[in-house]
Nanobody, 114 residues
C-alpha cells in the first residue's frame, strides 16, 4: 500500500508564487514516476508536470513558470509555481505510478485571485 499526500496549496494573487509538496509513504519501491495534475471546476483533470528518475515534462500552459523537482531520499516531489495566473486556479493532485497501480493524493486547492 502506498499513500500520497499533497500540501502547500492556498490563496495567492496573480503574479505570485506557491510551492506544492507531495510526500509518498508506505510501500514505495525505487524511484517511481510521479507527477502533478490539476482539475478546475467544470473541467477535466489535466497533466501539469511529470518527473521520472532522469526526466521531466510539462504542460505547455505552465512551461517557463512551473518547475517540478524531487527529493528521492524523502520520497517527495515538489511543484514550484511562479507567475501564477487566474487560470491556474484548480485542485492540484499528486500521482505516483507504481509497478501495478497508480496512486493519487486527495488534492490541494490553489486559488489565484486578481
Amino acid at each position: 500500500q502506498v499513500q500520497v499526500a499533497e500540501s502547500g496549496g492556498g490563496l495567492v494573487q496573480v503574479g505570485g508564487s506557491l510551492r506544492l509538496s507531495c510526500v509518498a509513504s508506505g510501500a514505495v519501491i525505487g524511484i517511481p514516476p510521479m507527477g502533478w495534475y490539476r482539475q478546475a471546476p467544470g473541467k477535466q483533470r489535466e497533466m501539469v508536470a511529470e518527473i521520472t528518475e532522469h526526466d521531466s515534462t510539462y504542460a505547455d500552459s505552465v512551461k517557463g513558470r512551473f518547475t517540478i523537482s524531487r527529493d528521492n531520499a524523502r520520497n517527495t516531489v515538489y511543484l514550484q509555481m511562479n507567475s501564477l495566473k487566474s487560470e491556474d486556479t484548480a485542485v492540484y493532485y499528486c500521482r505516483l505510478v507504481g509497478s501495478y497501480y497508480t496512486w493519487w493524493g486527495r488534492g490541494t486547492q490553489v486559488t489565484v485571485s486578481s
